[in-house]
Structure formats: structure tokens, C-alpha cells
């Protein structure tokens, strides 16, 4: 191109010679493949409480933005003894799923569905990003963590029974294979979206073979990614530094009950659990659902005053439609959730607001590029 032709370009562009070309211009980022515009099937479960209010949200942006997915509904729900055989079959054909809260119903003798769906469908990583959103004041500043968190096994592998009466058993188990393959797909992760630092969560001084196999696993994965730095650090110690100096954490991986106490600890910092994405993932089929499992299925109160805060699993949509190789729609409903949180006009009562789901959702769609 000539000199003459750059200038011109340039003065059309709105910048000199010299200077970056203005923000609002558009680069070739992303080349899709033949056939990558053709609309996904999604399951969606609404779930439990606050679920089909946040499921019902995503439902209405996907359709503002005439996103190309489509949705497979299913009824299931925390009191069932088990999630129906269809339903299980639709994300093994779909691949991909949308996920209201499931309450879990606390002692007895009934099964955990989220642990079920996890173990049949072997999503063995969570993931959750915990990031203070602009606009939206916390007690901390730059935080910018995620949270992954094997998901199969550890205390959560369900390997319960009493012994004799008033005496029970809880087995912790910990493998070779899921500490290895949770260590590289943190790892992966920190190298492909250009994170600096893992930090594995343990506590192998009181755990030693347990979290010790935990700790030697991330240790030997650590070696191959030589560009990424590794740290460890004590559960406990863990918990005291996320609440004083949450800014040093970038990545962290942590076996399964470590997992679930930190990333609820990381969202109340960095939020609260009603904004931060997340899901869960394994080598064929993922699941996108709020980040953070506390409050999930709110309450019956949130239910009736129709309040209950969409920006979760909005954000978790986002994250889908990467998942799905829909980078532009996910960039327009990542940009437009942040556009709403930061002008403050529209917030439910957990950040400080008083508006209602659906008034949420009309400013969502409102601000949409």
C-alpha cells in the first residue's frame, strides 16, 4: 500500500500517523470453520428455587441476540433419589449443558445429583472465576482468581457407612490418575489464557500420603510447563490469606472439599457468589452453572418478590458460548452483564440494589452491541 493510500485510510479511520487505531475497531480475531454457525442444542435443567427465575433470564438474551443455540428442557430436581436416565442421555448427546441450583438435601439418605451428574458424565474439573467486576465496589481490589477444583473424588467420593452404631466411616479418596489430570488441566489452562502463576491448596502436613499424592502430582506436572510459576500453600493458610491479600492468587487448584470451601471464600470477596461464573468440565461434556454453590437456589422469598440475581449464570452463559466456539455472542453478553454493573442504575438487593430479575434482563438486552 502506498503512503498516500495509509494516510487516507488512516484519516478515515479517525487516527494520525503514528497513533494505535481507535478502540472501537474491530480486528480479525477469529476465523471460524465451515460449518461452526450452525445452532448447538443445549440441555438446560432449571432447577430447583431461584433456578428456572436465572434459567428463564439466559433464555431471553440467547434470544435477544439471536444466539445460535437452541435449548432441550428437562424437570429435575434436589429431591429425586436419582436424575432420570434421559436426562443423562441428552448431555451425553449434546455435549453441553445449562444448569439451575439442585438442593441437596442436607443429611438422610439421599444422593447428591450434582455429584451424581459429575461422576457419570466424569466432569472432573471445576472451574470458577472470581474477579471484582468494574463498577461494583468490594473491600478488595484487582482480584482476578479461578478456582479449579477436582471434582470426582476426595471426600466427596460418597464411600460412607457406620462401622456399629454411633461410629461412621467417611473415607477420603485420593488416586495418581485424578490428581495428575486435575494438575494438567490447570496447568493447560494457565498456559492457554496466559495466567503466571498455579498455587496448589493441601494440607499434606497433617494428610501425608492423601494430599502428599496430591502435592507430588502437581509437583511432577509443574515441571513441563517451565514458563508458569508454581507455589503451595496450606488450606488453612489458605483461607487466612484469600481474606487479607486475595490480589496474589491467580490460579489455583486444590483436591475436591479445598475446592468448594476457597472458590465460595474467593466469590464473597471478590462479589458475591450471585456474580461469579463457573462450570464444570471433562474430556467429552461440560456443564455451566452458577460459579460459586452457595446460594444457588436462593430463597423462597427471593422466588416470590421475583429478585433473584441473573449476572451468575449470564456470565456462565458467556462461558458456554466460548465452550461452543461462539466468540462474538459471548463477547456481546460478557460486555453487555459488565456495561449494566457498572452504570449501578439496575442491581438486585445482593449488590446493593433493589431491582427484579427481569428488570435485569431488560438492561442486559438494552445495552447489547
Given at each position: 500500500?502506498?503512503?498516500?493510500?495509509?494516510?487516507?485510510?488512516?484519516?478515515?479511520?479517525?487516527?494520525?500517523?503514528?497513533?494505535?487505531?481507535?478502540?472501537?475497531?474491530?480486528?480479525?480475531?477469529?476465523?471460524?470453520?465451515?460449518?461452526?454457525?450452525?445452532?448447538?442444542?443445549?440441555?438446560?435443567?432449571?432447577g430447583d428455587g431461584i433456578g428456572p427465575l436465572v434459567t428463564g433470564a439466559v433464555r431471553q438474551v440467547m434470544e435477544a441476540m439471536h444466539a445460535p443455540v437452541f435449548f432441550e428442557t428437562y424437570e429435575v430436581h434436589g429431591g429425586m433419589e436419582t436424575v432420570p436416565p434421559?436426562?443423562?442421555?441428552?448431555?451425553?448427546?449434546?455435549?453441553?449443558?445449562?444448569?439451575?441450583?439442585?438442593?441437596?438435601?442436607?443429611?438422610?439418605?439421599?444422593?447428591?445429583?450434582?455429584?451424581?451428574?459429575?461422576?457419570?458424565?466424569?466432569?472432573?474439573?471445576?472451574?470458577?472465576?472470581?474477579?471484582?467486576?468494574?463498577?461494583?465496589?468490594?473491600?478488595?481490589?484487582?482480584?482476578?482468581?479461578?478456582?479449579?477444583?477436582?471434582?470426582?473424588?476426595?471426600?466427596?467420593?460418597?464411600?460412607?457407612?457406620?462401622?456399629?452404631?454411633?461410629?461412621?466411616?467417611?473415607?477420603?479418596?485420593?488416586?495418581?490418575?485424578?490428581?495428575?489430570?486435575?494438575?494438567?488441566?490447570?496447568?493447560?489452562?494457565?498456559?492457554?489464557?496466559?495466567?503466571?502463576?498455579?498455587?496448589?491448596?493441601?494440607?499434606?502436613?497433617?494428610?501425608?500420603?492423601?494430599?502428599?499424592?496430591?502435592?507430588?502430582?502437581?509437583?511432577?506436572?509443574?515441571?513441563?510447563?517451565?514458563?508458569?510459576?508454581?507455589?503451595?500453600?496450606?488450606?488453612?493458610?489458605?483461607?487466612?490469606?484469600?481474606?487479607?491479600?486475595?490480589?496474589?492468587?491467580?490460579?489455583?487448584?486444590?483436591?475436591?472439599?479445598?475446592?468448594?470451601?476457597?472458590?465460595?471464600?474467593?466469590?464473597?470477596?471478590?462479589?458475591?457468589?450471585?456474580?461469579?461464573?463457573?462450570?464444570?468440565?471433562?474430556?467429552?461434556?461440560?456443564?455451566?452453572?452458577?460459579?460459586?454453590?452457595?446460594?444457588?437456589?436462593?430463597?423462597?422469598?427471593?422466588?416470590?418478590?421475583?429478585?433473584?440475581?441473573?449476572?451468575?449464570?449470564?456470565?456462565?452463559?458467556?462461558?458456554?458460548?466460548?465452550?461452543?466456539?461462539?466468540?462474538?455472542?459471548?463477547?456481546?453478553?460478557?460486555?453487555?452483564?459488565?456495561?449494566?454493573?457498572?452504570?449501578?442504575?439496575?442491581?438486585?438487593?445482593?449488590?446493593?440494589?433493589?431491582?427484579?430479575?427481569?428488570?435485569?434482563?431488560?438492561?442486559?438486552?438494552?445495552?447489547?452491541?
Amino acid at each position: 500500500m502506498s503512503r498516500r493510500s495509509l494516510l487516507k485510510l488512516r484519516h478515515l479511520l479517525g487516527s494520525t500517523p503514528g497513533s494505535p487505531l481507535p478502540l472501537g475497531h474491530r480486528s480479525v480475531t477469529y476465523m471460524p470453520r465451515p460449518g461452526d454457525g450452525t445452532p448447538r442444542l443445549v440441555t438446560l435443567i432449571p432447577g430447583d428455587g431461584i433456578g428456572p427465575l436465572v434459567t428463564g433470564a439466559v433464555r431471553q438474551v440467547m434470544e435477544a441476540m439471536h444466539a445460535p443455540v437452541f435449548f432441550e428442557t428437562y424437570e429435575v430436581h434436589g429431591g429425586m433419589e436419582t436424575v432420570p436416565p434421559e436426562v443423562i442421555e441428552s448431555i451425553r448427546r449434546n455435549k453441553v449443558c445449562l444448569k439451575g441450583g439442585l438442593v441437596t438435601p442436607v443429611g438422610g439418605g439421599v444422593h447428591s445429583l450434582n455429584m451424581q451428574l459429575r461422576k457419570e458424565l466424569d466432569l472432573f474439573a471445576s472451574l470458577v472465576n472470581c474477579f471484582n467486576l468494574p463498577g461494583l465496589p468490594t473491600r478488595h481490589e484487582n482480584v482476578d482468581i479461578v478456582v479449579i477444583r477436582e471434582n470426582t473424588e476426595g471426600e466427596y467420593s460418597g464411600l460412607e457407612h457406620e462401622v456399629v452404631p454411633g461410629v461412621v466411616e467417611s473415607l477420603k479418596v485420593i488416586t495418581k490418575f485424578c490428581s495428575e489430570r486435575i494438575a494438567k488441566y490447570a496447568f493447560e489452562y494457565a498456559y492457554l489464557n496466559n495466567r503466571k502463576t498455579v498455587t496448589a491448596v493441601h494440607k499434606a502436613n497433617i494428610m501425608k500420603l492423601a494430599d502428599g499424592l496430591f502435592l507430588e502430582s502437581c509437583r511432577e506436572v509443574a515441571t513441563k510447563y517451565p514458563s508458569i510459576k508454581y507455589n503451595e500453600i496450606i488450606v488453612d493458610n489458605c483461607c487466612m490469606q484469600l481474606v487479607a491479600k486475595p490480589e496474589q492468587f491467580d490460579v489455583m487448584v486444590t483436591p475436591n472439599l479445598y475446592g468448594n470451601l476457597v472458590a465460595n471464600t474467593a466469590a464473597g470477596i471478590a462479589g458475591g457468589t450471585g456474580v461469579m461464573p463457573g462450570g464444570n468440565v471433562g474430556q467429552d461434556h461440560a456443564i455451566f452453572e452458577q460459579g460459586a454453590s452457595a446460594g444457588n437456589t436462593g430463597t423462597e422469598k427471593l422466588v416470590e418478590q421475583q429478585k433473584a440475581n441473573p449476572v451468575a449464570l449470564l456470565l456462565s452463559s458467556a462461558m458456554m458460548l466460548r465452550h461452543l466456539q461462539f466468540p462474538s455472542f459471548a463477547d456481546r453478553l460478557e460486555t453487555s452483564v459488565k456495561r449494566v454493573i457498572a452504570k449501578g442504575k439496575y442491581r438486585t438487593k445482593d449488590l446493593g440494589g433493589s431491582s427484579t430479575t427481569q428488570e435485569v434482563v431488560d438492561a442486559v438486552i438494552a445495552n447489547l452491541d
